[in-house]
């Protein structure tokens, strides 16, 4: 069984910042390209941020200079550091990570999910 446990959300005004952090625990041989999404009420669920087993990312162009994703492969973790936060970023964000469990045998795994609210 592999878990995803996310932790750092919380309330915050316009323009300040939170960090995400995203721990995978389990049976993994391998994890390939972790990715953050969110979901806003009455909105469908998008890719924020995405970052590949090298390190590069890739980010939505609305938080481009503002987001910054980072894993660590040996700990099994991705970041998201939330910088000049925005009310429109409000949202229940999501770690996502594809998951080698046996050689060959992948499965998407999700986090639990964890509020952002950014709010005067």
């Known amino acids: 069984q592999v878990q995803l446990v996310e932790s750092g959300g919380g309330l915050v005004q316009p323009g300040g910042s939170l960090r995400l952090s995203c721990a995978a625990s389990?049976?993994?041989?391998?994890?390939?390209?972790m990715g953050w999404y969110r979901q806003a009420p009455g909105r469908q669920r998008e890719l924020v941020a995405s970052?590949?087993?090298?390190?590069?990312?890739d980010y939505l162009d609305s938080v481009k200079g503002r987001f910054t994703i980072s894993r660590d492969n040996a700990k099994k973790t991705v970041d998201l550091q939330m910088n000049n936060l925005k009310p429109e970023d409000t949202a229940v964000y999501y770690c996502?990570?594809?998951?080698?469990?046996?050689?060959?045998?992948?499965?998407?795994?999700w986090g639990q999910g964890t509020q952002v609210t950014v709010s005067a």
């Open positions: 389990g049976s993994i041989l391998t994890i390939g390209i």
């Open positions: 996502n990570m594809p998951v080698e469990y046996s050689s060959g045998h992948w499965y998407d795994y």
């Open positions: 970052i590949d087993r090298g390190g590069s990312p």
